[in-house]
C-alpha cells in the first residue's frame, strides 16, 4: 500500500484523505443524526387518529379541544371523516354553511398547532357519493330479466323491468333504469356458470367479514365450472330490441320453439354513502368515469377548498383520504363497449349474456371473456378513479392516501400502489376481524415502489372492546405491525367530543372504535406509549425494506395477495413472518418497475429480491411471460411451472401460440419433471418440478418450506432467527447500517440467541427510552452475527450494524449486553393515595399495604375509574455513579413516577420501571405515583344502586337530538357505545407493587 501510495502525486494524495474524512464523516454524521432522532424522534412519524364526528354533533370549542389534547398526547396527524352511527343526530348537517366554517376551523387550528388533516373522499367512510350523485353518474349494473314464450307465433308480451341488484352491503333502491337491449335464445340454454355474481362483478363481498369470499377467482382455463347444461352459441341468439316498445311490450313473430326472451338495462347497484350522516345519504359515484367523481367533488371537496384558502403547506388539510373500498362492483358504465374494444380488440356485445350465468361458445371462452371484463372495470377504475383522485389531490397540494381493501374489485396491490401513502387496517386481535392479509399486502406496496411510509388504521374494534384496550395491552400487537413495516399508526378513532370535559366518557363511534380519546382516564398519560410508536416508525421508515422472496399474484381482479400457509408463524389474528422475509407483486408492478442487478430482482430506489415464486396458474399473457422471459434471461431467478395459455380472449387463438413458444423457451419443456429440475436460462435459472410443483394443492403457491430449502441450498441464509423462535423481527437498510427490529412475541421473561444476517459494529437501542449502548457480547459466523439477549414480557429492540471502517470487532472482556440490576429495597408499608372526587373516589385515604382496588371495602374505591395518586416518603444514602430506578412491580394499568417534585415519566409496558438517577437524594426522599385504569370499573359502578339511573341528562343546544337519557352518577356514554357492555365484576386496578428501588 506505501508503496502504491508513493506514486500517487502529493495533491491527489491530499485529494484521497479529504475525501476518506469527509466520506467517513458523513456516515458518522448520519449515525449521529438518527440517534438524535431516535431520542427525539420527528413528528414525521408521530401517530394519527381517525378523527370521527358522528352526524351533526358538533361543537366548535370542544374541536378546539380535541385538537389541543391530541398535540399534547403527541398525535401528528388525522383522519376527517363524519359517520351516522349510533348517536341522535346533532344541530348541523353535513355541508351546510355551519358545516363547512366548522371545517375552516379545524384547518385554521390544525395550522395553529402543526397537525396535519386528510380529509375523505366523501360522507360516511366507504366511498366518494352523496344526495347529489344522480342516477346516471352512479355506480351502475348490467341487469336482466326473463320471460318464456312458445314460438311460432306472433308474441305480444309486457317484458318485466329488470329489478335492481342489492346485497347486503348495498340496498339504496333507486327507480332509475334504462333499457341497453332485448335478446331471444333457445329456452333449452339454462344458467349453469357457477359464481356468476363474483366473475360478472355484480357483487365483492368482504373478504375480511364475509365468509368463503375467495381472494381471487379460479384460473379461467383451469377446466370446466358447469353444472351442466347446454352451450349457447352465437348463432342462437336473436337481438330483438327494435321489437319492444318504449312502455316495454313486446310485439314479435317468434320462430318455432321455446323461447327465452331476455331484457337487459342499466339500474344503480345501490352502493351508497355507508354509514353516511343523515342529510347527505346517497349514491356512490361512477368508479369507471372520471367525470361522475370529477362532480361529486365539485360539491363536496372543491367547496371545500375554496372555503379554507389559502392554506399551508405543511399542516392544516394536506391530505385526501381514500379509505377501505365498500363500494364493491360494477359491471357497467357509459361507454363500457367502446372501451373493452379498444383494450381487448373485440366487441364484448356477443357475449353479455354471460351475464346471466349461461355459458357462451364454450367453458373456457366464456370465462376468458368474464377475465377480460373484470379486466376492463379494473383498468377503468384504476384510470378514471383512483389516478384521477391522485391527480386531483396534487393540483390541489394535497397528497393521497388509500386504504385498496377490503371489496375492492380491481385488484388491491394496483389500487393501492398509485398511492402516494399506502395504508393498511388492521382490527384488534381480541375484538374484531382477521385483517393481517392487509398488512402485508400494505407493506409490500411500500417495498416495491420504494416509498417510505407505511399507514395503517390500527385497532379498529367491534362492539365488544367496551374500553378494554390500553397502551400496555396493545404492545403485542403494536410491535407486529412494526415489525411488518407499518410505521404511520392511526388509531381507530377519536371521536369528537362535543358534550366536553363534564361528560366522560362522553360520545363514542357508536359502539365500535378503541375509545383513543380525550375522553379516556389515561389520556393524560398516553404521550409515552405515543413516543415509543413516533420513535419506533422513524426507524422503520429508513432505509429500504429487507427481503428475500417475491410472490407473484396471478393476472386477473380480483386479487388479494395471500402468502404460502406455512410462511407464517401461527399467531391468530397477528401471524409472524418466518426468518426469510418476503413481499407480494402484481403482475402489473412487476412488468412496470421491475429490473435485475447482480442476480436480484429489484425495483427502482426499492426493495430487491433473490428469487420470485410464480403462482400456481397455468394461464399467463404473453405480456407478462415476455417480460419474465426478459428478467430470467438478465439474470433473476425464479420458481414456478410453464403456462400453457392466455387468460384473456385477445388476439385468440394466436395469443395461446405465443405463450406455449415462449414457454417452451424458458422451461425447455412443458412436461412437469417428477424430480425438482434446476434450468440454465441466460444469467439466470428457472427451478421447477418435484417439491416445487404441486397442481393439485389448494395453495396457490410453493411451500415456504420447500422455497427455502432451495434459497439455503444457494448459501442464502435466514435473514433472522432466535435459538427459541419466540422473537418477531423487521429488516431495514441504510447506506451504511442495517436496522433491526425485535421483539418478544411472548407474555413471559426469556433468555434467547438471536442470529442475524448483517455484519458491523452491533449496538442496542431500546425504543422506550431512546437510550443507545454498545453490545459487547456478541460473535461472528458464516456471515451472521449472534447476539444473546434477554427479553421482558413484550419487551422489544432495534439492533443497529453500523459498517466499521477499521472491520474489527468491538469487545469488552467479561461485559453483557444488558444491565445486572440488584435490589437497594423495597418501599413496604402504608401509602397516601388520593382519588378524584369527581369519579366517586376519596380525596385522601391510607392504605396500609398496597392493595387491588377492587378488594377495597370503599365502593367509590372499588368501582372508581380515573388516576389516583400515590405517596410516600422513603430514606436513602450512600448514593455512587451507578443507575438508580424505581421498579413499580405490577400496574394496572399505567403510571406516572415523579421523584422529589421531578416528573420522571410515565411507565406503561414491562419491565415497568424507570430511572430515577437524576432526582435521587440523600436522605429522604418523596415518591409520588399516579396510577391510571380503565373506565370499566366506574361504568359497572354506574349501573349499581345506589348510583345507578340517578341523572337525567338532556342537551338544549341541539346535541343528540335534544333527547333526555337516564345515567348513572358518574360516568355518561352514548348509549350504543354501553350495548356490549357485559361485565359483572370491576377489573383489577392499582399499584399493586412491589416497589422496589434498584440499581445496575
Known sequence: MNTIISRIQPLTVVCFMLYATFFFGQQNNKKLSLKEDFKNPPSTSAPGVYWYFMDGNLSREEMTKDLESMKEAGISNLIFLEVGIGVPRGPVDFMSTEWQDLYAHAVREAERLGIKILLGAG???????????????????????????KGNKKIKVKLPIPEQRSTQWHNLKDPYYEDFAVYAI????????????????????????????????????????????????????INITSFMEPNGKLVWKAPKGDWTI?????RVTGASTRPSPEPVIGLESNKMDSVAFKNHLANYTDILLEKTAPRKEDSGWTGFHMDSWESGAQNWTEGIVEEFIKRRGYDPEPYFLTYTGRTVKSTEITERFLWDLRQTCKELVLENHVEFAKKYAHRNGLELTIEPYDMNPAGDLDLGAIADVIM????????????????????????????PIVGAEVFTSSNKQAWQEYPWSMKDQSDWALALGVNRFIYHTFAHKPLGDEYRPGMTMGQYGVHWDRGQTWWPMVQAYHKYINRSSHMMQQGQAVSDILYLTPEGAPMVFTPPTDALEENGAIPDKKGYGFDGCSPKMLMDKALVENGKIVFPDASSYEIMVLPNFQSMTPALLKKITSLVEQGAKIIGTPPIKSPSLTNYPESDDEVKLMAQNLWGSMQIPNERQDRKFGEGMVYWGGNLTDLNADELYPSYLNTTELLGQMNITEDFSSSNDHIRFGHRKTDDQDIYFVANRKDVFQTTKCSFRAEGTPELWIPTTGETRMITDYSIENGLTIIPMEFFPYESFFITFSKNSNGKKITTSNA??????????TLEGSWQVAFDTKYGGPENIVFNELQDWTSHENRGIKYYSGIATYKKTFEMEGIDDKKYFIDLGKVNDIARVKLNGKDLGVVWCAPWRIEVSSSLREGANELEIEVGNRWINRLLGDQQAPDANV????????????????????????EAAMRSFKFKEPLSSGLLGPVQLIKN
Not at 331476455?262 to 342499466?266: D, E, Q, V, Y
Not at 453483557?816 to 429495597?825: A, Q, S
Not at 337530538?961 to 345515567?967: A, P
Open 424 to 451: 393498511a387496517e388492521f382490527w384488534s386481535k381480541r375484538f374484531g376481524y382477521v385483517t393481517w392479509y392487509a398488512v402485508l399486502e400494505a407493506t409490500s406496496i411500500s417495498h416495491i415502489t420504494g416509498r
Open 123 to 149: 360522507p360516511g367512510w366507504c366511498g366518494s357519493g352523496g344526495p347529489w350523485v344522480t342516477p346516471e353518474e352512479s355506480m351502475k349494473h348490467l341487469v336482466y330479466s326473463e320471460t318464456e314464450v
Open 816 to 825: 453483557g449486553n444488558f444491565e445486572k440490576l440488584t435490589n437497594l429495597m
Open 186 to 237: 333457445p329456452n333449452s340454454v339454462k344458467p349453469t356458470i357457477k359464481d356468476i355474481n363474483e366473475k360478472a362483478l355484480y357483487e365483492r363481498d368482504p373478504y375480511s367479514s364475509k365468509p368463503n369470499v375467495k381472494p381471487f377467482l379460479p384460473d379461467p382455463i383451469g377446466g370446466s365450472n358447469l353444472d351442466g347444461g347446454k352451450i349457447l352459441d352465437h348463432a342462437d341468439v
Open 262 to 266: 331476455i331484457r337487459m338495462g342499466k
Open 951 to 974: 341523572r337525567k341528562v338532556k342537551f338544549n343546544n341541539g346535541l343528540l337530538g335534544e333527547k333526555e337519557f337516564t345515567t348513572g352518577r358518574y360516568t355518561f356514554t352514548t
